[in-house]
């Protein structure tokens, strides 16, 4: 299947700090991708889709201010946490998508202490 | 948002076992996928279901989609120490306004009999 490369894996931060995770698509184009938060056993939750060239759109409830996105090419978009504090601490995973199929990255285990 | 409801939530398996799991909605979908996620990683992807009644295998896993659209199962054979993981189901309705934006189930465990 195809690949999509999140970095980094992990991150552990400090309060107050920004934190960028990048999510690549190695070897197709994604006008369009997912950012998702997961917590400790349940699933994934959407937090907002990525679109290269315009504005990111955002799930209710998320902050856009909190996690700015930036597609800034068809293989790369990124999530940054501004500010962040320890209940922001969680697993964000990216997904693409090929055709009627979705691919996911590794996922990033963000700490924030 | 939605979400597709996925059974069970948690099951045991023995090594050897064939095990099941199922994922319906009250909305119709025109695409699902079964992926499977370990411990700490993204999820992968099993299975691609594009048509009613499909009948699909990947080896030791077969899914199917449901005549009605509506639901979906995924059955694994001979189960073995490494199927442990958590699967997920997905529908996917095309024509979404945010372009293939799928609608996850909550996931089934799969743990190993102590």
């Known amino acids: 299947g195809a690949v999509v490369s999140q970095h980094p894996s992990r991150v552990i931060c400090k309060s107050g700090t920004s934190v960028k995770i990048e999510c690549r698509s190695l070897?197709?184009?994604?006008?369009?991708m997912f950012w998702y938060r997961q917590f400790p056993k349940q699933s994934l939750m959407l937090m907002a889709t990525?679109?290269?060239?315009?504005?990111?759109?955002?799930e209710q409830g998320v902050e856009k201010d909190k996690f700015l996105i930036n597609h800034a090419s068809l293989t790369l978009s990124t999530l940054t946490v501004t500010s962040a504090h320890p209940e922001d601490s969680s697993f964000y995973i990216c997904?693409?998508?090929?055709?009627?199929?979705?691919?996911f990255g590794q996922g990033t285990r963000l700490t924030v202490v | 948002g939605q979400q597709l409801n996925q059974s069970p939530q948690s099951m045991f398996i023995q090594e050897g076992e064939d095990v099941s799991m199922n994922c319906t909605s009250s909305?119709?979908?025109?695409?699902w996928l079964w992926y499977k996620q370990e411990p700490g990683e993204g999820p992968v992807l099993l299975i691609a279901?594009?048509?009613?009644?499909e009948l699909t295998s990947n080896g030791r896993l077969t899914a199917q989609f449901g005549i009605t659209r509506k639901d979906s199962f995924l059955n694994i054979s001979a189960s073995i120490p490494s199927d442990v993981g958590i699967y997920f189901c997905?529908?996917?309705?095309?024509?979404?306004?945010?372009?293939?934006?799928?609608?996850f189930g909550g996931g089934t465990r799969v743990l190993v009999k102590p």
């Open positions: 997904s693409a998508p090929l055709y009627t199929e979705a691919f």
């Open positions: 997905a529908g996917l309705l095309r024509g979404e306004a945010a372009g293939n934006k799928l609608t």
């Open positions: 909305s119709i979908f025109n695409t």
């Open positions: 070897d197709f184009q994604a006008t369009t």
């Open positions: 279901l594009y048509k009613a009644g």
């Open positions: 990525s679109n290269e060239g315009s504005k990111a759109t955002y």
